[in-house]
């Protein structure tokens, strides 16, 4: 049987299969549909300092094969998620990455800082790719010189692997990566959501308040999957991608480009246990082309 | 709460765009209550890609009852379902109307909100007082009205919009009198927002206590995307699919 | 009943619905579903100089809501395209605007020119923004000051008005678009495709000799929308929006963002009589909603 | 060619994941001549986006038959799909099997690859001298069989890969020896690719003209997308969809 491993470099994970912030709670409310050990870690939904309202409904539009979202990172703050972590610890040994948000770069090394002391905490995952939190979309992962230097003071504040989440808005992502990569990440991930736009025509207004929202779902895949590879290309640090994941060749697919592991978002919300599924189909899919082990094909796309 | 593969033992067309189904569903069946809903993934497909919501009209072990109307492309497909096909079923969620031993309890459904209602009348009518006021635009848009006609009501009143059926107007013009002849200690209501925000007005001098079942657009329906938020007069958020969907009427932000 | 005719400035179509570059063959082909009179106008397949084959297969590969096509302008060029422009005509009024296309500047302005002198073209549409061409999905637009030159040059061969199609891949639209206006264009066109990949895990390549291959389809549709909506706040000439449309509802949306009119590519691949149908609901659609004419909504979207 | 709404009257699932349907399409079924195709829409909804081409197994007005096999997400929703359900069909397209009067004919069919010949031999058997050489993986891979006997033919040849059926091996491997003893003027073939590539091998020496007709991944079916290129001897592309489906088989330039 295939081995599933997937190497951060850092750490080894049992499988390549993260579910990703936002699209997975605190862990807790998968807990009546499958056992959170099978997986390879979870991102916590995005977290600042002080507890967060989010934005006012609506939240979400569906579109072709897609979802955009304004959620706003809704949240309880820092404090409360302490508690959550600890408590879900007594539930799972699942490796927990909190997702770290800020409203300027002195947050997000505190709220960084904050999480760094847990021993709950396995790794950080730097969202400065969020379009839900400036009005028209604006976030730190848009600007290669901006990333670096927040990355740099972040990882001054922290002793636990920092993975970087990447915006696929930005002009040139590769170039954006890069800075991360110096500025000391340990890995990188993307992409976070695409930029859209849906609009109310008897209202003539858009449909969010925020105008601008991001796309998530199977509908990104081509775009995020060119993106990884294209980083992946150009960074020594390791890669997770995501995008539109739904099945285990969707996840084989970001490996050969390749990621290293993989985070799945939006195919949690309307298949809870799609987690259980992608992996049995990774496993399954691996033995059928005697794969032997996810490094035989981890960027072992001939392009 | 868990995901289920129902199997559509029957479906049924009715009048004003209605379906009904009755789903095998024994797991979600035998722990349903009213109030409770479910999201049904209407397609294999990508597209629709999220589940829709629906209340659940009647729960018998082993099979659960939907009647909704179509409404866009999730329930057009849904329509086009029929005996032997199979839908994933992800049930039961949210909260649900309490029930009320000895308390005289006024039901306020319009349209197809009767869907929790007629749950709660099936389920508690006998054990105490209950009353249902039941409107819509016309009498098609009414078909469960036999139906309910035989539940054991201490009293019900029908209101359409155009006269069809019952008394003409909406069903807040019969509110006050109502209230004021059957002297209910709770209202349980489900319909238009803009139904809900009149009774909200039309109740804050009342002594009930009322109890609201809201809609919202939903991502999940068990409390992990924050896509249904409803905004409280305090000002602060609450999701409808895991604290609600029955929330205290005037706890809601109404618009005005 | 709503006046559904669409200003562009330099010529009123008789609505705004336009038949997208690729998607629509010569026209001809779709000949046998509806009479081409009843659209605004048409866009020929893109034409380069001399004939040319395409790429290899496989061209195409469907993905959720979307289609990746790699087809390389596949044409029988210039002095072909002539002919059948000219058979065309015996057939219908519909106005023929043709899409140019050139390895280089100096062929992008030899091919204008040849269709220029044509009394049978209304317009012409520069392609400048098809990635297929060139390994890696390179083309002028996404290159603002690449744009302006190749834009001017063309400007002085010709005199027919100029469309100037751009491209979703530009690190900044909006700054291609600006080029564009600069350099003398009537209006812009966009989008053309977004670069996306597939792979093919048994074979360890990509599904498509060229690596990558360009997006189009419903999938694209909230991306390409805020694209539109970007352009269209920062330049006076006419935008012509498209991206995923398959109904009346979707053509609204994009005026309501401040498009002129819209081309509709995809749908007529899998409905060829797509057409008369979304001309049929932006009318029912318009006459629900009490919208006299499009000028009423062109760019009223409140942000 | 025109785009009309079927109405399915019959589907049946056979052996081997096959499926046939028979459907309602007046205009489409007097028109339609072998090795003719359709695409299919196989769902209103967006994912799958694009239409599906298969071939017509028969037309006698005002149905034609289809049969397929599932392979992926498009022909199992369409397996779905049973009497009474309506599909949107395009057709019919592309070139067809010219009938060749006083020719002896030799039908080539691989698995699926039946279609377009049962078409060609049911309109034209009685009329010429045909053979028919059909293999498949096994017995369920070649459930049209009985239909097939029935067919007024001149000689029929099975092989099965697996021997359940039929003399054991590949069809190719009985080509030689059909080709010596039957004489045909003509082939026609139709099936996977790895077949066709090893018949124009074969057939290259003799006297015989061949015909294949061609699949390839389709975005239109009409002519317009150019995604269905196949490559000719020549270097050049043609459209499988209007150029084809039928190729003289020496004009491809098959993989080797
Ligand atoms: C807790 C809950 C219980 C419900 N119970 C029932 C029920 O028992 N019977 C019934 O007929 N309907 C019920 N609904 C409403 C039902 O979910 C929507 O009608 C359905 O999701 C529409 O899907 P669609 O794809 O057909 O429409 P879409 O194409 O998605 O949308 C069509 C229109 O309906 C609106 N809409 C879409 N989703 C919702 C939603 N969730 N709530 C309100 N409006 C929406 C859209 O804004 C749009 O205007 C319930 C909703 C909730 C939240
Ligand atoms: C002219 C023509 C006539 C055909 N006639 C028939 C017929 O009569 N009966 C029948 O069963 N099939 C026929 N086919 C093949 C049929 O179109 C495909 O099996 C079908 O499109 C697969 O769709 P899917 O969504 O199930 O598979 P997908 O999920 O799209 O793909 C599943 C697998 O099938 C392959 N595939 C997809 N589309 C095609 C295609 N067009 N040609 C070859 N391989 C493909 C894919 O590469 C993939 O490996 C015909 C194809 C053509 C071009
Ligand atoms: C409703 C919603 C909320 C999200 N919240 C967060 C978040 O808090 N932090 C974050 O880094 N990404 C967030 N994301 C982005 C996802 O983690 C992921 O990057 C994106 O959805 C793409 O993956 P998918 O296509 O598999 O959903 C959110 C996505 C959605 C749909
Ligand atoms: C198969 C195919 C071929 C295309 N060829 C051209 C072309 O020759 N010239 C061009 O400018 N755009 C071309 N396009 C892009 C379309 O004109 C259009 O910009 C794009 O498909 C987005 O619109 P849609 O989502 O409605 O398809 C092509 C698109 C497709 C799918
Ligand atoms: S619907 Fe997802 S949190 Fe309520
Ligand atoms: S399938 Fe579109 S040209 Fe052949």
Redesign the interface.
């Known amino acids: 049987m295939a081995d599933l491993s997937a190497n951060l470099g850092f750490c080894t994970l049992k499988n390549p299969v993260i579910t990703a912030s936002?699209?997975?709670?605190y862990g807790e409310?998968?807990l009546?549909?499958y056992d959170l050990d099978i997986l390879g870690a979870i991102v916590m939904?995005g977290i600042f300092k002080e507890p967060r309202?989010?934005n006012?409904?609506?939240?979400?539009?569906?579109?072709?094969?897609?979802?955009?979202?304004s959620?706003g990172l809704?949240g309880p703050g820092s404090g409360k998620l302490q508690e959550i972590i600890r408590r879900l610890r007594a539930k799972t040994t699942v490796p927990v990455i909190v997702n770290v948000c800020g409203e300027d770069d002195g947050e997000f090394a505190e709220v960084a800082g904050i999480f760094s002391a847990m021993d709950e905490v396995a790794m950080l995952e730097l969202n400065i790719s969020c379009p839900n939190v400036k009005k028209g979309g604006a976030c730190p992962a848009q600007d290669a010189k901006h990333t670096f230097r927040l990355v740099r003071r972040v990882k001054e504040r922290i002793r636990k692997p920092l993975i970087v989440k990447l915006s696929p808005n930005a002009?040139?992502i590769v170039a954006v990566a890069q800075a991360a990569e110096e500025a000391g990440a340990d890995a990188v991930s993307l992409v976070n959501t695409?930029?859209?736009?849906?609009?109310d025509?008897?209202k003539?207004?858009?449909v969010f308040a925020n105008?601008?929202?991001g796309?998530s779902?199977?509908?990104?895949?081509?775009?995020a999957?060119?993106l990884v590879?294209e980083v992946c290309r150009q960074v020594r640090i390791p890669v997770i991608g995501m995008g539109?994941i739904?099945s285990g060749?969707d996840v084989?697919?970001y490996i050969?480009?390749g990621a290293a592991a993989v985070q799945i978002g939006?195919v949690?919300?309307?298949?809870?246990?799609a987690a259980v599924r992608i992996i049995g189909e990774i496993q399954a899919?691996m033995d059928k082309?005697k794969i032997k082990d996810l490094s035989e094909?981890r960027g072992?796309?001939?392009? | 709460?868990?995901?289920e593969r129902g199997l559509i033992e029957e479906a049924r067309s009715l009048d004003g765009g209605y379906y009904q189904l009755k789903i095998a569903a024994p797991r979600i069946a035998a722990a349903a209550k009213p109030g409770n809903f479910v999201m049904v993934?209407v397609s294999p497909s990508?597209?629709?890609?999220?589940?829709r919501p629906f209340g659940i009209l009647e729960s018998r072990p082993p099979h659960i009852w939907l009647y909704y109307q179509v409404l866009g492309r999730g329930t057009r497909l849904l329509s086009a379902l029929g005996h032997g096909d199979s839908l994933?079923i992800?049930g039961p969620l949210g909260n649900s109307f309490a029930e009320m031993p000895g308390k005289r309890v006024l039901l306020i459904a319009g349209g197809r909100g009767i869907v929790p209602l007629f749950h709660y009348a099936q389920a508690y009518a006998g054990r105490q007082p209950l009353f249902m006021l039941y409107g819509g635009r016309g009498r098609a848009d009414l078909p469960l009205l036999d139906r309910i006609k035989a539940l054991p009501l201490r009293g019900l009143f029908i209101f359409s919009e155009d006269g069809s059926i019952g008394q003409k107007g909406l069903l807040t013009d019969g509110l006050e009198k109502i209230v004021r002849t059957e002297r209910p200690d709770i209202t349980l209501s489900c319909g238009p927002e803009a139904m809900l925000a009149r009774l909200a007005r039309m109740l804050k001098p009342e002594k009930t206590e009322n109890h609201a079942s809201l809609e919202?657009?939903?991502?999940?329906g068990?409390?992990?995307?924050?896509?249904?938020?409803?905004?409280t007069v305090a000002?602060?958020?609450r999701k409808v699919c895991d604290e609600g969907p029955v929330f205290p009427l005037e706890e809601i932000r109404w618009p005005t």
């Open positions: 936002g699209t997975f709670g409310e998968f009546p549909f939904k309202p989010g006012p409904p609506p939240r979400l539009h569906e579109t072709p094969a897609g979802l955009l979202n959620i809704a002009a040139d695409f930029l859209g736009l849906a609009v025509l008897d003539r207004q858009s105008t601008l929202a796309l779902g199977p509908a990104i895949k081509p775009l999957l060119k590879w539109g739904t060749r084989l697919d050969l480009v939006t949690n919300f309307y298949e809870p246990a899919e082309l094909i072992q796309l001939q392009a | 709460m868990l995901d993934r990508l597209d629709p890609l999220l589940r994933d992800l919202a657009l939903m991502g999940c068990f409390g992990v995307c924050h896509g249904c938020a409803v905004q000002g602060s958020y």
